[in-house]
C-alpha cells in the first residue's frame, strides 16, 4: 500500500517542476551558487549603474523596491489583451539604447526576486492566452517535427547527445550560458531551439512569442527566481 | 567594457590569507574563429596580468587564447602591512586597465 503510494507520488511527470539548476552540472552550480564567480554579475554592475542614468529611480526608487516584479512576469496586460515580457514593459517606459543594456536592467530587475516562487497569474481574460501558449508548446514543428513537450516533457531527465534534457523552465533568465560565453535572454534561448528542430523561430515581439512565454512561466510554478542563473 | 568584479576582504589580521578572486568582462577572442565573410576575427585577449601588493609582486602570469571570456581569476596572498593591492592587465590592443584596492591590516 504505502509502495503504491510512493510510486504515485514519483511517477506524475510535471507534480514538482525541476529546476534546470539541478541538471547543469556541478561546475556549473558551483559558478550560480558564488556570486563573486558569477559572470552575469557583471551584467548586474552594468545594470545599476543604467538603473540611475536612465532615470530609473525617479519613479521607483530604489531597485530594491523591485523585489517581486521578475517574478510576475510575464503578465497579462488587459489593454493590450496579450501578455508582456518584462523587457516589453522596460521599453514603453524607456528607450534602452541596446539589448546589452536591455539584458543588464533584466538581470539586475530579476536579481531582486531571486528566492521568491513564480507567481504569474493566469486566472480570468489570462486563460487564453494560456492556452494558447500550451497548444504551442505542444504542437510539432520544423524538419524534425517535434514539439517542446516531445523533450522537455516526455524525455526531460534523458540525455540529448552527452547533455541532460532538463524541462525547460525560465525561473533563470537571463542565464549566462557558458556555450555562449555571454549573458542571454529567454527569447534568444527559445530561438536557439526552435532553430534546433529545424522550424522557422518566432519574431521578436510576435504574439506567439508572447503566449509561449507566459505558459512557460506558468508551467514553473513552483520554482522560485534564480536570476541571474548560470547554464550549460 | 571596462567592467571588472573585485572581491577581496577589505580587513585583515597580520599573517591572514586572505584570496583575492577578481572577474574581468573581456570577450578573449581567440584569434581562431571567423566571421560570416569568411574573414579571421582577429585575436583579442588580456595577455598579461600582474598584481602587486604594496609593490611586492603577488602574481604574475601570461594568458592564452584557450580561455574563455570573461575570465575570472582567483590566487591568495599573505596580510602583511596596511596598503593597497594593484591589479593591472594589458590585453592584444594594448589597452592597459589598472585596479586598486586598499586593504586594512590589525595587529
Redesign the interface.
Known sequence: MIWLLLLLLVSPAQAQPRSGYLDAGPDSRAMQDDD??N?A??WV??GKVLWGSLGCGGCHGDVATMRGVAARYPKYDAVLGRPVSLARRIATHRAVPDSEDMLALLAVIGLQSRGLPLAIDISGPARPSYEAGKALFHRRQGQLNLACANCHDDLAGRHLGGAVIPEGHPNGYPIYR?EW??LGSLERRLRQCVVGVRAVPWADGSRELADLEFFLGARAAGLVVETPAVRP | MA???I?VKKTLTRGEAFEI?L?I?HP?ESGQRRDSNGQVIARDIINRFSCTYNDMLVLEATLFPAI???P?LSFWAVATETGSIVMTWTDDHGTVQTERVEVTVSA
Open positions: 563573486t564567480a559572470p554579475f557583471l554592475e552594468q557558458l560565453q555571454a | 567592467r571588472t568584479l572581491n578572486r572577474l568582462a578573449m574563455s571570456a570573461n575570472y
